[in-house]
């Protein structure tokens, strides 16, 4: 099997960079993968040693088959990115596994990937993949379908990358349209439909936003897992569009996970009322006042 090219975003985190590497090397298929590191140059004079560590690192990372820099002259943005080098690389290779400097992974990652790009490569109707789960829900199956994309540890083909659209305001016109705003929000149980305006109004630069809305109006499929082949480490402040804290926290699952082709290809919807519990007891109305009740009681008067 011809292993897909892994691409990683680093920015001016160290340390998570260094925790990201060090769990992708212990995934036997590393040696046999090209890496591509996507660094991004300091928005800020402060960020600029930070970043600096960051390239002095890379620039020794050895245990894969090739590893390729891309050092930004100028700083891009994390949305910018991640558009500019999917792109660029799915073009080329036709399939491409991303990652994020703060997340951690479980040995069996790319196993996992690399099966499933392979297994649903000629299927149209499913266009993600997505290694992590933060609901720890066991009425999840290994593996399912949905309508929804993550973005912790993912993969994709070049066909299905052409339907990303990353102008927001066509998107929220046709979710607006089609009367899909409320599914796409898990049923009222999570904003993302705010989220997809705050992008518009530049209030947040999310890719990934664009990328849930495009596939999810042109009714194509995620591969989810729900046994974590991901942790997230970047809910300690270090992160951009970052917030939540333990409320996606994931136990990484530590053994192999098959991928067995899911037929008929259509929506798991036991995983999305799944999904839907899980987003309506930590981000509904209740929940999020209790979190500011005791964010109060401890001393944090942040907003």
Request: proline fraction near 4%; include cysteine.
């Amino acid at each position: 099997m011809t292993l897909s090219p892994i691409l990683l975003f680093v920015y001016n985190r160290p340390q998570h960079t260094r925790r990201l590497v060090e769990s992708l090397l212990a995934n036997a298929e590393a040696a046999e993968s090209e890496l591509f590191i996507y660094s991004d140059a300091p928005k800020e004079e402060q960020q600029a040693e930070a970043v600096a560590e960051v390239r002095r690192y890379i620039r020794y990372i050895h245990g894969f088959k090739e590893v390729h820099l891309i050092e930004r002259e100028e700083n891009w943005g994390l949305a910018r990115n991640i558009i500019d080098g999917v792109t660029t690389q799915v073009n080329r290779y036709g399939r491409v596994i991303v990652l994020e400097d703060d997340l951690v992974l479980s040995p069996y990652f790319l196993r996992f990937m690399n099966d499933a790009l392979t297994v649903y490569a000629d299927e149209p109707r499913v266009g993600h993949i997505q290694g992590c789960d933060f609901t720890q829900d066991p009425a999840l199956p290994d593996t399912f379908l949905i309508q929804w994309t993550g973005s912790w540890g993912w993969a994709t083909w070049a066909r299905s990358w052409r339907l990303f659209n990353p102008d927001g305001s066509q998107l929220l016109r046709q979710l607006e349209e089609r009367k899909l705003t409320y599914r796409f929000d898990f049923n009222g149980n999570y904003r993302f439909t705010r989220m997809l305006r705050r992008q518009i109004a530049e209030k947040n630069n999310s890719w990934a936003i664009r990328w849930n809305a495009s596939l999810f109006l042109a009714d194509v499929l995620s591969l989810n897992v729900g046994r974590s082949l991901v942790h997230n480490e970047g809910f300690d402040g270090s992160g951009t569009n970052c917030g939540g804290g333990g409320l996606y926290a994931s136990r990484l699952w530590d053994q192999p996970l098959p991928v067995i082709k899911i037929e008929p290809v259509v929506e798991n919807e036991e995983a999305r009322r799944c999904l839907a519990r899980y987003y309506h007891r930590h981000f509904g109305f209740w929940a999020k006042a209790w979190r500011r009740i005791k964010r109060t009681l401890q001393g944090d008067f942040g907003a």
